[in-house]
């Protein structure tokens, strides 16, 4: 909301910064920019993992590619939702699993709460904190949430920023 007056000659408005409408604005104003782009590591079982993040649709839409040695894709998309103040994650893998959930930002982390539905039927939850250690690297720690109560031991990888 502005609000305008004409005082001694002189127009003065002042009013409220819109709040921001979209995961990329989002992104943008609490410092996430970093996290766009093509990353890469090597899991504990020796397979190359990649994970691509692309803004598309003005901003309005994460997509993220993910792919684990030659025999797993992800393909989910991440958005804001204004009227819940939710950004919401969805996406689906090539073994029939299907995944949603949520982010947060949480200081300098990016916090992913979701579950994953295999083909079977058989639910799997995980808490994902992503952050930044410099511009070409990215911790990514996962743990699993089993009976409400993360587990103790995470998976913890180092991305790099692909070329």
Not at 36 to 53: L, P, Q, R
Not at 116 to 143: C, H, I, L, P, W
């Amino acid at each position: 909301m502005f609000v305008c007056f004409y005082q001694w000659g002189v127009m003065v408005c002042a009013g409220q910064a819109a709040e921001p409408n979209s995961v990329g604005e989002i992104f943008k104003e609490k410092g996430f920019e970093w996290f766009i782009g093509n990353w890469e590591t090597v899991t504990d079982a020796n397979e190359k993992a990649e994970a691509d993040f692309a803004l598309e649709l003005d901003g309005y839409v994460l997509s993220l590619d993910a792919r684990v040695g030659e025999q797993y894709t992800y393909r989910g998309i991440v958005f804001y939702v204004p009227s819940k103040g939710t950004i919401v994650n969805s996406g689906v893998d090539n073994k029939g699993g299907v995944f949603s959930g949520t982010w947060e930002i949480d200081r300098d982390k990016l916090v992913l709460k979701a579950e994953q539905t295999t083909a079977n039927g058989k639910v799997y939850r995980f808490v994902r904190y992503q952050s930044k250690v410099d511009a070409e690297t990215m911790k990514v720690v996962t743990y699993r949430i089993i009976e409400g109560k993360v587990s103790e031991e995470p998976n913890i990888l180092e991305f790099k920023r692909r070329k």
